[in-house]
């Protein structure tokens, strides 16, 4: 998954709620009912909040951002990797890189991220109702 989620995502949540990034486990223990519901209600309005998404996207590139053009190259994509996961190969850094610059400029920008990020948050909402029934609708 993208690096820049985990970033983005700890600033959505109640810090003693949601643990990690999107793609962690809900809260220590079994979540109950209305926790995945205010999870699910909290990524729904992500989702329908662009220049939120925005704003968080570009403080999360700031911090990678060494030339300040608002844009991530290889390298600053590397660090940025280096700091949310363990290791990644070069060849898998170079891999995810281009899944995300779709558009082939050699910089992941901020649509590109955010497009990314959307997809997510979108696959995050569909497992939350999965795994807790058809209850939920947003």
Do not use: W
Not at 76 to 93: A, H
Not at 97 to 123: A, P
């Amino acid at each position: 998954r993208v690096a820049i989620t985990a970033g983005i995502t700890n600033n959505l949540r109640p810090k003693s709620t949601f643990c990690g990034g999107i793609h962690c486990g809900i809260m220590s223990g079994e979540p109950d009912t209305s926790e995945v519901a205010l999870r699910i209600q909290m990524l729904g309005r992500l989702l329908a909040d662009d220049s939120f998404l925005d704003a968080e996207i570009k403080k999360e590139i700031k911090k990678y951002d060494d030339d300040g053009n608002l844009k991530i190259d290889r390298v600053e994509f590397q660090k940025m990797l280096n700091c949310y996961l363990v290791t990644l190969s070069e060849e898998g850094s170079s891999e995810k890189f281009d899944d995300i610059d779709k558009d082939g400029s050699g910089f992941i920008e901020i649509s590109e991220l955010k497009q990314v990020l959307r997809k997510q948050i979108v696959q995050e909402v569909d497992k939350l109702k999965l795994q807790n029934g058809t209850i939920f609708d947003c």
